[in-house]
Every structure is written in C-alpha cells, then in structure tokens.
C-alpha cells in the first residue's frame, strides 16, 4: 500500500519515538471536477493527485512523468469513465494495476443520458433521454461497487496520446503522430452511445461523493466518520446550490443557445433549460463544413441568442462561423472549471458559473 502520513503529524513523528499512526490513501483523479468532488470528501486529511492537467481535454492526453507517478503511486483511482478517457484505462492497467478504480459513472444511483444525433437539438429532451439502467434517484450511498476486470482495456502504456499538445510544457514524454491518434479515437468515443459528461449534473455529483466516502473509508477505516461527515456537507451544500439555482432558471427557461461541444446535456436535463445544437460533436472535435453550415442556419431560423465558446479551443472558429449574425459569442461555457482554483470549490463554482452563462445569455 503506498499511504501518506497526515500531514498534521509528520513533524511530531520526526522529533519523537516512532508510533503507529493514522494513514491516508494515495488518491488519483482524472479532471478538475473530480479532484474538486474528492477534496471535498478528504477535507485536511489529505489531497487528490491531478492526472489531467486543468485546461486539457480529457479526450485525448499526454501525460506528464509525475502524473504517471502519481497514478502510479495511487491506491485510489477516481475516474469518470472509459467513455470520457479512453487512454487512460491503459496507462491504469500499466501502472495503477493495483490500486482501487472507482469508475463514478458506474456509481448505483448515476443518472445516464445518450448522446443527442446531429448539429442540432430538438427542444424536449428529458426522460425519453436517460437510461434506467442506474436510475435517477439518489440516497446517502451506501456503498459503491467497486470496478473491476479493466482487463479488455489493457494495452502499451506507450499508446495513450494526446491530441491537445499546446497545454503541456517541454516536461511531458515524447508521443508520436497525434493527429493519427485523434482520427482513431474519434471512432472509439462513439456519439450514439452513452454521453460520459455526468459530472455536470450536480445531483449525481451528491451521488458521488458518498460512494468517494465509501471507498475511502474502505481503505481507511480509521477516518471513516470524517470521509462521510465530509461527504455529507457537500451533499448539503450542492442540495442548496441545485435549489437556488433552479429557482434562477425557471426564469429564464426558452433561452436559445449553441453550445460549442454536446457536454452540457446533464445541466440542461437537469435545470431545464436545453440548448438548440452544438458546433462540435462530444469529443470536441473539429466539425466538417456540412455541420458547420447547418449551424449557422439553425443560427438565423431560432434567432439564436448565444454561441458559447471555451477556452481550451480555437475561438477564431466562433468568430468566423458567426461574423455578423448578431449572435453573442463573448460568453465562456466549459465543463472543466478552467480558471478556477484548484480545490474543492472549484465544482460547486462550475455549476454556478454554468447557470450565470445561461443568464446572461437571457439579458442578450
């Protein structure tokens, strides 16, 4: 097991007689939502470790030598999903073999919806669109099934590349031909499948943080009350967050807007307020001219309000596809929480910023 000693009291262990004391786990996490999501639950116990690093798409990534250490190093694994990160099941299986992976998709209570078909959106979108296989409801999750016989994922560490090179600095290892990459994982992140972006339902981000106490508190029994006391304050807190800002955006339900990539269905599913298409499909990649034309004239038929934009990719794309249509396109909507703080407000802070999106674009 690799364990970290509480911060709290390794000074004390170095100017003292060795004694048994309190360990924590070494934690992993994909995205910044996530790592937000298990600092919340872990409190001044200890910190996630970052795989993915913030700003990145999760689609497709390199990564750093201390990432991979700190996958390595994990006895905890939290991910979204295989869907989400594709590469990221080999280099568990060449690296993290042992640890636990907690793929939170898989979390019993997880609402899942399917990817929506082509640029544009119809406007009713609510159960006909989510799976049953998990259900909506959630409770105080009792535990979570542990994710087993990653086996069929297994592969070359070597393999995993990145198509978002511009976010890494010269410390990452070397990858080869990423475009090639990109063209092969287009394929493998289906657009008729599940849509792996739960995380921006923020109730199935409650659900979560009690199977993150659950596992955790596997591994560490010890600070088992303190994981779920942990955890229970953030469901709190998001049960709060979910109520005002629905209160928000009943008021302005029927705003019309283009998002750039098909991540946003939960927060639309779940505050009602759905958007008329995307200018990319789900893994962000670059739309054919066919999509793009087909956009613009979903533009001028809705009058569309807004086209969001985000940050990590190539904005001149917006600026060029909607010049002189009238369309507001200053407006930022991602799902990774780029620009936040690193930390366990930067979930409760996405959620929030999303809604002010939705609002503004309303005042367009």
Known sequence: MRHRLLPSLSLPLMLAPVVAVAEVPSVAVDIPPVHSLVARVMGELGSPDLVIQSGASPHGYSMRPSEARALSDADVVFFVSDELTPWLAKARASLAADADAVELMEVLGTLHLTYRSGPTFEAHHHADEASSAHGEEHDEHGGHEAHADHD?????????????????DGDHEAHADHDEHHDEHHDEHGHDGENPHGWLDPVNAHTWLGAIAESLAAQDPEHAAT?????????????????????????VQGTRYIVFHDAYQYFEHRFD??????????????????????????????????????????PALIESVFEGTGVKTSIVFEPLGVGLPLGETLYPQLIERLGQGILRCADA
């Open 227 to 251: 994981y779920r006391s942990n955890a229970q304050a953030g469901q709190q807190e998001l049960e709060a967050l979910t109520e005002s800002l629905s209160a928000r955006l009943a008021q």
């Open 152 to 168: 069929e994922h297994h592969g070359d560490h070597d393999e995993h590349h990145g198509d978002h090179d511009e976010h890494h």
């Open 273 to 314: 307020v759905p958007a008329s298409g995307a200018i990319s499909l789900g893994d962000a990649s670059t739309p054919s001219p066919a999509r793009v034309k087909e956009i613009q004239a979903r533009v001028k038929q809705d009058d569309i309000q807004c086209v969001f934009r985000e940050p990590q990719y190539n």
